[in-house]
């Protein structure tokens, strides 16, 4: 993949006033600096994304939301003034949900689920599969589909369409939720083939009616985890590695007779690396041949051989890698934090998602810590914005797409390269209750060595919220800075003439 040069990124910064930090300052670099070669790459990045889903049925239809989550402005919101977080990736949630009845059936409801987690179903019934039959309502998921637009007006670049669960009058049980068991499949096998028409007629749709290319479809959520169950919380759909291998091909014929040959298919967002790992393992290479792009979800958090799915997916198979999704409820980010480093240590995605951004946790009554906001989806009402948010926009207003993210052998900073411009943007972690320090040599990057260097410094436990620091220039290539405990420090290095 070819680096999309840009020639500047973000200058918007945001100021905590009257804090007083243990601004962290530059000092010569130890002799455990860590060298940075600009030849050694991992990749060059695509982009931050979200899915869309749940909070955009509520939150969907406010400017002031799509302001904060896809552009870098600062943004009013929640009482605060937030930076935006830049995203450019927005997954959009293909429903299963609809209130008719069909041959005497009506989808059947779990007893736990709640209102906003039941995503409208565009096709109805299975009478008709015209796209402009009474089968077909396209008015339905007004507020998803807002935002989706709004992501792309301010300037998102990669949708993906995404299933959680078959419509429910293709499910076995009728209940989108899930199978009486957790490990059964539920959608019944005459309806795979509708399923596959079902998402290709909504990509279809999207291209000639809303003025929107979807860029990838991934028609597997979490697969073959057992959390989806007729009692469950929200749609969801057990497909074992057997089915997924049966069912991809038929959505890329469903695809290409929508004439969107070139649309590619992800597969399969299973919820942990060591699933995905399995899954891939198990498809023969004419259905590998099919998928364009790995997806991978994080919560197996701290665990699993991401190595080896990088090892599979993309040394083996030249496959692109993303961590499509990833969420938990630490509220102040630093385990999110962690869990990235890790990401981009070992699984090396070239794009990273979380899953909700305005989240009010599984009792959905707010104060969980799930989103960078606390909102109650109930009311469509936001609550308090948790240091997660700025921990997130550390990364995420810096590491921009078109970067290349430099190799090395820290576990600890993200390190990346425009190459447009030669300016440096380093995200160092520091998760221990102790100081810490980010050392490198920057020898191999003599344009460098006179650098200016602007940062910004959030604490979660701390006081400080991506705080701008005063600016520093370089005068060797060695250099180090010294965070507080359990902190996120980011650092530019713009070139500047000695």
Not at 99 to 106: I, K, M, Y
Not at 352 to 360: A, K, L, N, T, V
Request: neutral net charge.
């Amino acid at each position: 993949m070819s680096p999309r040069f840009i020639a500047s990124v973000l200058a918007l910064t945001l100021a905590v006033p009257g804090f007083a930090s243990s601004a962290p300052a530059a000092s010569p670099a130890p002799a455990t600096a860590i060298k940075l070669d600009p030849s050694n790459t991992q990749g060059v990045w695509q982009g931050w994304g979200t899915s869309l889903s749940w909070f955009a049925k509520m939150f969907g239809d406010r400017d002031d939301v799509a302001d904060w989550l896809f552009t870098t402005k600062t943004v009013a919101l929640s009482g605060q003034q937030l930076p935006g977080l830049g995203l450019t990736i927005a997954r959009y949630n293909a429903g299963a949900s609809s209130w008719n009845e069909f041959d005497g059936r009506r989808m059947v409801v779990s007893k736990t689920i709640h209102p906003f987690r039941q995503i409208d179903s565009f096709w109805l019934d299975g009478k008709n599969p015209d796209p402009d039959s009474p089968s077909w309502d396209w008015s339905v998921d007004a507020n998803q589909r807002a935002l989706l637009l709004k992501a792309r007006d301010r300037g998102a670049v990669h949708f993906e369409l995404f299933s959680n669960s078959p419509p429910w009058w293709m499910c076995a049980n009728d209940n989108p939720s899930g199978a009486a068991k957790n490990d059964a499949e539920n959608l019944r096998p005459d309806q795979r083939a509708n399923f596959a028409h079902y998402l290709a007629t909504i990509a279809r749709r999207a291209r000639d009616h809303w003025g929107l290319t979807f860029t990838s479809v991934a028609a597997f959520n979490e697969p073959t985890a057992t959390y989806w169950f007729a009692d469950g919380k929200q749609e969801g759909s057990h497909f074992p590695a057997s089915s997924q291998i049966e069912i991809l091909p038929l959505v890329r014929a469903a695809l290409d007779r929508q004439g969107l040959a070139s649309l590619p298919l992800s597969a399969s967002d299973e919820s942990f690396y060591d699933q995905a790992v399995a899954a891939w393992q198990s498809y023969p290479p004419a259905v590998k041949a099919l998928v364009s792009r790995v997806n991978v979800h994080g919560y197996q958090g701290g665990k699993g051989r991401r190595d080896l799915l990088q090892e599979l997916a993309v040394r083996q198979h030249g496959k692109v890698l993303w961590n499509s999704e990833y969420g938990d409820k630490d509220a102040d980010g630093l385990g999110m934090a962690r869990n990235f480093h890790l990401d981009m240590t070992y699984l090396r995605p070239t794009a990273w998602c979380y899953w909700q951004p305005i989240d009010g946790g599984y009792s959905g009554n707010g104060g969980s810590g799930w989103g960078f906001i606390d909102g109650n989806l109930h009311k469509a009402e936001l609550g308090k914005v948790n240091p997660k948010a700025y921990v997130f926009a550390q990364y995420s207003r810096h590491v921009r797409p078109g970067m290349v993210i430099l190799a090395h052998s820290g576990r600890d900073s993200v390190v990346a390269l425009d190459p447009a411009s030669g300016r440096l943007v380093i995200a160092a972690f520091n998760g221990t209750d102790a100081p810490g320090a980010a050392a490198f040599d920057l020898s191999l990057l003599p344009a460098l060595r006179h650098a200016t260097a602007a940062r910004w410094l959030t604490e979660p436990r701390g006081q400080s919220r991506y705080q701008r620091l005063p600016d520093e220039k370089l005068t060797s290539p060695a250099a180090s800075w010294t965070l507080p405990p359990q902190s996120v420090l980011t650092i530019e290095l713009s070139p500047q003439a000695p």
